[in-house]
């Protein structure tokens, strides 16, 4: 398996304009996550969803910010206009199960790395 | 309610030596405990997880975490440090016993090895 995909790498954008990042999970995993990373705050879970369902979406910042789940293979972020302190790494990650043993285990993908002027 | 604390920002070593990174927790029953490490633009990667069983869990790459409930620690452990080892190291809590079924992240520590 090619593990967690993202895309794209690297988006630099002005203000005002949409943003959408694409994750495609590890094949079978039935758990993704949507996290944030920046220096001042860490690491922050942003929404997770479970069989393409969203679970929590308590740590999404405000209403700019969106998350689908279309099928068990894609699920996008968006934000809608973007804003310069919107600028951070976006993990996406997967896992299998929440129910201990080996289906803990996340898996992060690259990250997309995220410049808004 | 569950949280991690990671006491320190940054560790130095230099290589060779043995290194720790500590970590704390909380959790209100039994706790599932990992860590992962992040390399230079990269994610996040597991290293090891304690369920339950033996204190001592042996991970990637060397490393080791004891887990010790009297102190609610979980500190990562090397024996000898290798230059390759400078990255950023996260412990992850979650608690067994219900409420969140999310692990909940520490804010990390840079560990730097020098040669």
């Known amino acids: 398996d090619a593990g967690v995909i993202q895309s794209p790498r690297h988006e630099v954008t002005e203000m005002g304009q949409e943003v959408t990042l694409r994750c495609k999970p590890i094949s079978g995993h039935d758990y993704l996550f949507w996290y944030r990373q920046t220096m001042m705050r860490g690491l922050e879970l942003l929404i997770y969803?479970?069989?393409?369902?969203?679970?929590?979406d308590s740590g999404m910042p405000e209403d700019r910010f969106s998350a689908k789940m279309p099928n068990a293979s894609f699920s996008t972020l968006k934000i809608q206009p973007s804003e310069p302190r919107d600028s951070a790494v976006y993990f996406c990650?997967?896992?299998?199960?929440?129910?201990?043993?080996?289906?803990?285990?996340?898996?992060f993908g690259p990250g997309t790395r995220l410049l808004v002027l | 309610a569950q949280s991690v604390a990671q006491p320190e920002d940054q560790v130095n070593v230099a290589e060779g030596n043995p290194l720790t990174v500590k970590c704390t927790y909380s959790v209100s029953g039994n706790p599932y405990l990992f860590w992962y490490v992040q390399y230079p633009n990269r994610g996040l990667q597991f290293l090891l997880k304690y369920i339950t069983g033996d204190n001592l869990v042996k991970g990637s790459y060397g490393f080791e975490a004891e887990f010790n409930k009297s102190q609610t620690s979980f500190h990562l452990k090397k024996p000898s440090a290798l230059v390759s080892d400078s990255a950023l190291y996260f412990c992850?809590?979650?608690?067994?016993?219900?409420?969140?079924?999310?692990?909940?992240f520490g804010r990390g520590t840079s560990l730097i090895v020098h040669p």
């Open positions: 992850a809590v979650r608690d067994a016993s219900g409420g969140s079924y999310i692990p909940t």
């Open positions: 969803f479970n069989n393409n369902v969203p679970i929590d």
């Open positions: 990650a997967s896992s299998f199960g929440l129910a201990g043993g080996s289906q803990e285990t996340q898996y």
